[in-house]
């Protein structure tokens, strides 16, 4: 089992939010942090290597961060606005706007997460989101994919329960990777609110054919990086957020 921690109390920046600073830690290294474009409204935190996990064992990511003080901003508008902080992973560069496109689907990202105002906090039986309101900090499990934004019958979810929680309390997530069974399981939990977890066999649930589990997608993955780039037999999994983003490599 290959296990990466990332352990940050954040800087949070969202317009009509105050900026809040505590500390950083990554156990695989030093890390440098950047601050997007304004329009962006987006902290990252960057390590200064890739971080490389085997591709045939079971690997996991883990995240830890600290719920922030409510947003009270003057321009703070839970109905029309939404503020996350998460530590996930995203596959969208297998995705059909990706360097190495492998499905139809732009957007395939795996985000237990934790988050406040208008934002998808459930799914239909077809995968179809439901959106709610939200006036407090809860945390969810959440798998997210999409065919592209244009309209909600082309994006899919899949989530766990939405647990409350409150400002100060300690958030600790999992993405782990099982390499018998190609199933990946997501949590998020507060201690003394439980866990929020899903297990999603396959990606694309909503469309089983296209692969029998993770472990064939990453196959089929190994097989586009080296159709393109020849030299290179390992896809490149990307991992981005409000408070995470690093590049793993699977060997």
Known sequence: MWSYLVAACLL????????????????????????????????????????YL????????????????????????RTAETFYIWGDVDFDTFGKNGRHPISEY????????????????????D???????????????????AKDLTSDDRVYSLTGDMLNVSPG????TKIAYDAQSGAITMSISAQGRGTSEVVIPRPFP????????????????????????GCRS???????????????VFD
């Open 12 to 51: 949070l920046f969202l317009r009509g939010l105050s900026a809040e600073l505590a500390c950083v830690a990554l156990d695989t290294g030093k890390i440098a942090s950047r601050l997007r474009g304004p329009d962006s409204h987006r902290i990252e935190i960057l390590p200064q290597s890739d971080v």
């Open 54 to 77: 085997p591709f045939a064992e079971d690997w996991s990511l883990d995240y830890k961060f600290s719920v922030p003080r409510l947003p009270s901003g003057p321009d703070w508008d």
């Open 106 to 125: 732009t957007y395939n990202q795996i985000v237990p997460q934790l988050m406040i105002g208008q934002t998808i906090c459930g799914n239909e039986a």
């Open 127 to 145: 995968y179809q989101p439901r959106f709610c309101s939200l006036d407090g900090w809860v945390v969810q499990a959440s798998y997210f994919w």
């Open 169 to 172: 309390e300690d958030i600790s």
């Open 206 to 229: 909503d469309n089983p054919s296209l692969f029998s589990s993770w472990k064939s997608f990453f196959s089929k993955g190994r097989i586009a990086i080296r159709a393109h780039l």
């Open 234 to 248: 390992v896809p490149c999994i990307q991992h981005r957020g409000a408070a995470v983003r690093f590049v793993v």
